[in-house]
């Protein structure tokens, strides 16, 4: 065999023979055999037999789910703890009488006890690229349904541009694609290309330009029906819009925010919700579970053994200790150095490194869907002011009532802003910002939460990641430390999404199999 | 060990394991927040800026629980920490701060780590004059209201010396002791003298 003909499988062998079965591990994950590809893995783990094999699990969110449905259809045991006094993480549901448990400033949710008046205040859009997320919709029978989120019916607004008044998000575009476009056929004409285009190219360009901005035969733009017509189009001829001007367009923050968030790979058409609530998902597991997540546990010790993990926990008023031959751990990474731990250094530097983020978003129920009566079904307006984001639900369809979000912030400007405020005051600053998008908003309200990630008990933060010159860290809090994995959406790089702590998860439930046979000898 | 009021005993009666040097004390069900972010034993947890709180004077902890709900603490604009804290003193009433404040004092955790560099010779000279109200080995004086000084994060020491300074904290009109303690921090002359002084009070005896 010569030296080029040596493959991974040949390299292993030889590892295993000298080194034995953790040798032949470590070496596997040195060469990260467990591949990075979009799709849903192809789970093919050993089969364990009952009472063999037992896994602690930290954390009843999406990640730690996912890990004991995965691991209990191979026979593993599992024992899910969970700090909080619900299943679910951030995937969450609120309806009538449930809890907003934030840290100081409790909340019950006070919609009226409807179906369809529900908001999530967590995950709420899946993308059909999600491939894991997708796949255990349908294991677990999870309706979805089709989310508008782009509606160029829905509303732009900025304090610094076209007077503060509102436009329609169409209008906007179309303006802003007509506008570059005229500026693209000039180049042309021009030939102000680097490209050598012959004449043929050159004509298919133009066509292409035309088309992207809807332009006049002039290569000019003076407006599109695109923008809606300004009177007129079904039984008069329609009436075009004057084009917008061109430095109001560029004043706008607008176009650094939702006219291309709908381009993002994540944010793009169309995108799927479960029908009913995003905690349908969480349901669905619940359903299919043996282990019966333990509610108000929360973990006080976790000890890493040769042959084990032992993790102390307190449940109402009573210490407890558990052993398992391994645990999965989704407590947030920056609370581990508050968890007395045997951790080595390395791991915990790793881990507290990262940095939490603190989204926030407000629910609000409104006596009218007003938004109907300006054509507005589904989908997203856009503001400058602090509240970013109005969504209008695409459910419910001309029922009397809606849950509307009615701000959906982001960092210290705006979160931090919103947080420091008792709830009352966080949704009447919201309402006047919703003013400025619907004259009479604030009258529509009937009720409303707010959900401050970066204050939810047990919580304290979202989006956990590492800055990027940290990123080489991942790896570390990626991998196992003894036989305890980390898990969760902040070990993925695709934190504060689903996607993310399923990925995760089927990452640690893969890395742990491939253990497990090396320990049974059959790597 | 330091002398526990009643409501210290009553808590630690409803403990089904005695509480050890290694198992924390366990809170009741509504104190379980404060462990969330200041650490299972209150040992402190840099990373959300939660100091430790473990074995602090029970006075003390309820004093500074009054502080943050009177908003003497945690409203300044740059206070980030504090304004996180806030909301969770506001919503206490005077007996939940008797409870939390003897359940603060009764925990103990493991000695802070040393994180910051600091020469502790030239705060030792530093420290004499602070030593009046604070003690001598900064074991706290309650007959003076200055509290203890041992045991508390040197993240956070610096932390609140700095806010002394820029009048983040110890500016409330009706806060006499902050008014005190800033009037005290102002003496201290730069960074470097804050750097040394808390290297030296982290030198002095753990509870």
Same mark, same amino acid.
């Given at each position: ?10 390299? %292993? ?6 080194? #034995?079965? !953790? $040798?032949? *591990?470590?070496?596997? @994950? =040195? ?24 896994? %602690? ?6 990640? #730690?789910? !996912? $890990?004991? *449905?995965?691991?209990? @259809? =191979? ?449 | ?207």
């Amino acid at each position: 065999m010569t030296r080029d003909q040596i493959t991974r499988r040949h390299f %292993l062998n030889f590892v295993g023979a000298v080194g #034995g079965t !953790t $040798a032949l *591990y470590q070496a596997a @994950r =040195a060469l990260d055999l467990l591949p990075e590809t979009g799709e849903m893995p192809q789970l093919d783990l050993k089969r364990v037999g009952r009472g063999e094999k037992r896994v %602690l699990i930290l954390g009843a969110g999406i990640s #730690g789910l !996912t $890990a004991a *449905y995965e691991l209990e @259809r =191979a026979g593993y045991d599992c024992t899910i703890l969970e700090a909080s006094h619900r299943v679910g993480g951030r995937n969450i549901t609120f309806r009538h009488g449930d809890v907003v448990d934030e840290m100081g400033y409790p909340q019950v949710v006070n919609f009226d006890d409807e179906p369809h008046l529900y908001f999530n205040g967590g995950a709420a859009r899946i993308p059909g690229h999600h491939e894991r997320a997708m796949h255990y919709c349908r294991v677990l029978g999870v309706e979805l349904d089709i989310m508008a989120n782009d509606n160029r019916l829905a509303w732009t607004q900025d304090d610094e541009s076209f007077g503060g008044e509102r436009l329609r998000v169409r209008e906007f575009t179309t303006s802003a694609r007509g506008f570059m476009s005229e500026l693209m056929a000039k180049a042309v004409n021009a030939n102000a290309f680097d490209q050598p285009l012959d004449a043929d190219d050159q004509e298919r360009l133009l066509a292409f330009i035309k088309a992207y901005g809807d332009l006049g035969d002039d290569y000019r733009f003076a407006g599109s029906s695109r923008a809606g017509y300004s009177s007129g189009g079904f039984l008069k001829h329609g009436e075009l819009k004057p084009a917008l001007e061109f430095k109001q367009l560029l004043n706008s923050r607008f176009w650094r925010m939702g006219m291309h968030f709908n381009e993002h790979v994540d944010w793009a058409a169309p995108r799927m919700t479960p029908r009913g609530g995003m905690d349908m998902i969480v349901r669905g597991f619940l359903n299919k579970l043996r282990a019966k997540p333990l509610l108000h546990a929360q973990v006080q010790a976790i000890t890493l053994r040769d042959d084990g993990v032992e993790v102390v926990y307190h449940h109402r008023g009573e210490r407890r200790k558990l052993s398992g031959d391994y645990c999965f751990n989704s407590i947030p990474s920056h609370f581990i150095n508050g968890i007395p731990n045997n951790f080595s250094k390395d791991y915990v530097d790793a881990l507290t490194a990262m940095r939490r983020g603190n989204f926030f978003k407000i629910g609000l129920q409104m006596k009218e869907r007003f938004w109907e009566r300006e054509n507005i079904y589904g989908g997203i307006s856009y503001t400058s002011q602090r509240i970013n984001q109005i969504w209008y639900p695409s459910h419910g369809i001309f029922r009397k009532k809606g849950v509307v979000l009615g701000c959906y912030a982001f960092g210290p400007d705006q979160s931090n802003w919103f947080e420091r405020m008792p709830p009352d005051q966080r949704i009447a600053e919201a309402a006047k910002m919703g003013e400025k998008l619907h004259p009479g908003y604030t009258d529509m309200i009937e009720n409303g939460i707010s959900v401050a990630w970066g204050r939810m008990n047990h919580m304290m933060g979202c989006g956990n990641r590492f800055e990027e010159d940290q990123e080489h860290l991942f790896r570390k809090v990626q991998a196992p430390e003894g036989r305890h994995w980390m898990i969760g959406d902040q070990i993925s790089f695709h934190s504060s999404w689903q996607e993310g702590a399923f990925a995760s998860a089927l990452h640690a439930v893969q890395d742990l199999d491939q253990r497990v046979r090396a320990e049974a000898g059959q790597g | 060990m330091r002398t526990m009021t009643r409501t210290t005993i009553a808590l630690l009666c409803l403990l089904p394991l005695a509480a050890t040097a290694d198992e924390p004390v366990i809170p009741a069900q509504k104190y379980v927040y404060c462990t969330v972010c200041h650490g299972i034993a209150m040992g402190g947890n840099v990373v959300i800026a939660a100091p430790r709180l473990a074995g602090m004077d029970e006075w003390y902890v309820a004093r500074q629980l009054e502080a943050f709900k009177l908003g003497w603490r945690g409203v300044h604009p740059d206070d980030a920490g504090g304004h996180e804290m806030r909301p969770m003193a506001a919503i206490l009433d005077d007996a939940e701060i008797e409870e939390v404040s003897a359940y603060v004092a009764a925990v103990s955790a493991p000695p802070p780590p040393l994180t910051l560099d600091g020469d502790a010779q030239r705060g030792a000279a530093i420290y004499a004059s602070c030593g009046a109200c604070h003690g001598a080995d900064g074991q706290g004086n309650e007959a003076l209201g200055g509290p203890p000084l041992t045991g508390l994060n040197d993240w956070y020491l610096q932390t609140q010396l700095e806010h002394y300074v820029s009048g983040v904290r110890g500016s409330h009109p009706d806060d006499d002791y902050g008014q005190q303690m800033r009037a005290a921090a102002e003496l201290l002359p730069n960074e470097q003298a804050i750097a040394d002084v808390v290297r030296y009070i982290s030198t002095l005896g753990s509870n």
